[in-house]
């Protein structure tokens, strides 16, 4: 089955102690996102890959930490997660970064819900 | 400057009703994406369509209809004879061709009472 599959679904951590979600993908898809979503604020990017070892910012980088040494895995990485990184968070990817019929809709993992004390 | 404005923040109403829901996109790109995603109370987020700017037809697949119209800029959504599994918060995004990321709405808390 096609699918993104996302590791913890749940976790409550404290200040400062280092985790890394996991993000795996078994469409063979370029491009893969890190999203988290907040009351208020909706859906905000934090992270993209392109494609195996590039990387850039989205619009919420600051805290974390992202690597994409294989095609199929864009783990996240808070190095020291405080607790205004509590949130639900998503990752996604899609076929290609480009347009294109049928490339570009991205596929969404079932969630992280974090909560950091 | 992208956005999307779902100007409905809660709708609730009774099953086998016909609702709408609202999108309305800003773009100054001429090639983008449309879709709608569903967020059921279990968290994730789910597909539901994706249309593209050059491809004004409306679609329907089963109780789920969608109206896209470049001149108005929008593209609603509706659901014929709701159903209490059709409760969940949905979300309109947009992405231009080449962007890095979907532009989301702020969703529409869908409710359908027995």
């Known amino acids: 089955e096609a699918q993104v599959t996302q590791n913890p679904r749940y976790l409550i951590t404290v200040t400062g102690k280092k985790l890394t979600v996991t993000c795996s993908q078994n469409?063979?898809?370029?491009?893969m996102s890190w999203y988290r979503q907040d009351p208020g604020l909706g859906l905000r990017q934090i992270y993209y890959s392109m494609n195996v070892e590039v990387t850039d910012k989205g619009d919420v980088p600051e805290g974390y930490k992202v690597s994409r040494k294989e095609k199929r895995n864009f783990p996240l990485i808070l190095e020291s997660p405080s607790p205004n990184q509590t949130s639900l968070y998503f990752c996604?990817?899609?076929?290609?970064?480009?347009?294109?019929?049928?490339?570009?809709?991205?596929?969404f993992g079932p969630g992280t819900r974090l909560t950091v004390l | 400057a992208q956005k999307v404005t779902q100007a409905q923040t809660e709708i609730s109403v009774v099953e086998k009703e016909d609702v709408t829901l609202d999108c309305v996109y800003e773009t100054r790109d001429t090639t983008y994406y449309l879709f709608w995603y569903k967020q059921p109370p279990s968290g994730e987020l789910v597909f539901l369509i994706r249309r593209n700017s050059f491809d004004e037809q409306n679609e329907i697949s089963g109780r789920y209809s969608w109206n896209f119209q470049k001149s108005t800029s929008s593209f609603n959504f509706t659901i014929t004879a709701s159903q209490v599994v059709d409760s969940a918060v949905y979300f309109c995004?947009?992405?231009?061709?080449?962007?890095?990321?979907?532009?989301f709405g702020q969703g529409t808390r869908l409710t359908i009472n027995p």
């Open positions: 469409m063979n898809h370029e491009y």
């Open positions: 996604a990817s899609s076929l290609s970064r480009t347009g294109g019929l049928n490339t570009d809709t991205q596929y």
């Open positions: 995004a947009l992405k231009s061709q080449g962007a890095q990321k979907l532009v």
